[in-house]
């Protein structure tokens, strides 16, 4: 499939890319270079192995991170994962192409200035966690200071503060043998959190975990991110948690980047059979946000129009209530059918000054409100629920109807792949 196209779309802020790859390719073996000559081009990685003894890991990969943004890698064993993630912090180097990290071309980086960035720019968590078993907890997260010369006080408080942030105080002066994997690995990430670093690399930091821990430590790990706000790039093998950390999602398959997006558009469209696998079983109700099913309401007013014109609204769209927004859109309450009918009886021509809309009754949400969500809340009202920005500007609503439609789907989906599969 054509690759150069749509995924590589700028992310969101329009900033300059933290993090920018460009035709990357790595291949093992003797003289990797004979690979990427024309004579070799378009050949798969078995022809590659078998012809020429050379493992192609990557091959031509292209992508940007954004500050802030957690990119998720993901793929099968020896899809090029672990050597993608390593050419970040050079510890392996590319056979060709390019790395840009804040617009600098780290692979020219020499001596010092790679010392330089490793320990200040990036730092990595490994499955294996990698901690020094006869130094003491606070000791090994403060690893990163000491090998920068920060002075042993100084270095204690800082280590001390991430500590305290992965939840592993009153751990201070045990040794890492005595903790439990999932304990270990909030080392890890505290040892990489300690050094301050811009970008956090993570190479399945919890797939060793049992998977309640791991379920535990994914969701701490969204709650860190969102005070922290790193860079991040995030391998994993597992769809769940690279749908619950991913602002994109990036699957490779035999060295290559075969389909790059929004969670949503992974679970939705999966590019071809191979992302597809990933994919099933994974009900689409969790990840599909309110955005995806709301519906433009019908029956808005502004409160100066009052009563009769909202009923008239109602009847022509056949609906119950109406919305009633500012002249900004931004949402006021909902009014029944049965309240606008009453206060056209009364004569009221306006809703401004009134009581008259209620603000409560109508569930509010945001667009990427999650439909299992939705549904707890339908279950608890008749109204439609109201989809607003953080503005609070009525974006669109969600009818039972849209609700129920998108379950039946879903189960639908789920029915078949159960059919489908031979157990
Ligand atoms: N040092 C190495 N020498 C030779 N081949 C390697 C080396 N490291 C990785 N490979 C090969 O490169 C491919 C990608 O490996 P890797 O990046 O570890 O994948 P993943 O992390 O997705 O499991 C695999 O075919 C693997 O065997
Ligand atoms: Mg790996």
């Known amino acids: 499939m054509d690759m150069t196209g749509e995924p590589y779309a700028p992310t969101s802020n329009g900033d300059e890319p933290r993090i920018s790859v460009k035709s990357l390719w790595k291949v093992f073996g003797k003289n990797p ?23 192609v890991a990557l091959q031509d990969v292209n992508f940007e991170v954004a500050r802030g943004e957690t990119f998720v890698v993901m793929g099968l064993s020896g899809s090029g994962k672990s050597t993608l993630i390593r050419c970040l912090i050079r510890l392996v180097e590319p056979t ?6 804040d617009g600098e071309d780290i692979l020219r980086y020499r001596g010092k200035h790679l010392t330089q960035f490793r320990r200040k720019k990036v730092a990595m968590v490994f499955q294996h966690f990698g901690l020094l078993p006869h130094r003491t907890i606070i000791e090994n997260v403060a690893w990163g200071l000491e090998v920068q010369g920060i002075d042993k006080r100084h270095r204690r408080a800082l280590a001390q503060e991430v500590v305290e942030q992965v939840g592993l105080k009153g751990w ?12 270990q690995q909030r080392v890890g990430l505290a040892r990489a959190l300690a050094v301050d670093p811009e970008i956090l690399l993570m190479d399945e930091p919890f797939s060793a975990l049992d998977p309640l821990i791991r379920r535990e430590m994914q969701d701490e790990m969204v709650l860190l991110q969102e005070r922290i706000n790193k860079t991040i790039v995030f391998i994993t093998h597992d769809l769940d948690e690279a749908l619950k950390l991913g602002d994109r999602i990036a699957i490779m398959r035999d060295g290559m980047i075969i389909q790059l997006g929004i969670p949503e ?10 992302v597809e696998e990933f994919t099933q079983g994974i009900s689409k109700t969790r990840v599909m946000g309110a955005a995806s099913i709301m519906q433009e309401p019908d029956a808005v007013v502004f409160p100066w129009q009052g009563p009769r014109i909202a009923l008239r609204a109602m009847k ?15 949402l006021q309450g909902v009014i029944t ?6 206060a056209v009886a009364r004569g009221i021509t306006s809703f401004q000054g009134t009581d008259l809309i209620n603000p409560d009754i109508c569930p509010i949400v945001s667009p990427d409100t999650s439909i299992d969500d939705l549904v707890r809340l339908a279950a608890e009202t008749r109204c439609p629920i109201a989809v607003v920005n953080d503005e609070g500007r009525l974006l669109g609503v969600v009818p039972r109807a849209a609700l129920l ?3 039946a789907e879903d189960k639908r989906i789920q029915t078949r792949e159960e059919a489908d599969s031979p157990a």
């Open 265 to 274: 558009e992974i679970v939705h469209s999966p590019a071809d059979s191979y």
């Open 337 to 342: 059918e049965d309240q606008a009918a009453a």
């Open 96 to 101: 060709a192409g390019e790395i840009s990290v």
């Open 405 to 407: 439609s998108s379950l």
């Open 172 to 183: 201070e002066d045990a040794f890492p043998g005595v903790l439990s994997g999932g304990m």
């Open 33 to 55: 270079g004979q690979v990427l000559t024309a004579e070799h081009a378009g050949k798969s990685k078995s022809e590659i192995l078998e012809k020429l003894g050379c493992v």
């Open 316 to 330: 022509t769209h056949d609906l119950g209530h109406a919305f009633v927004v500012d002249s900004s859109k931004r």
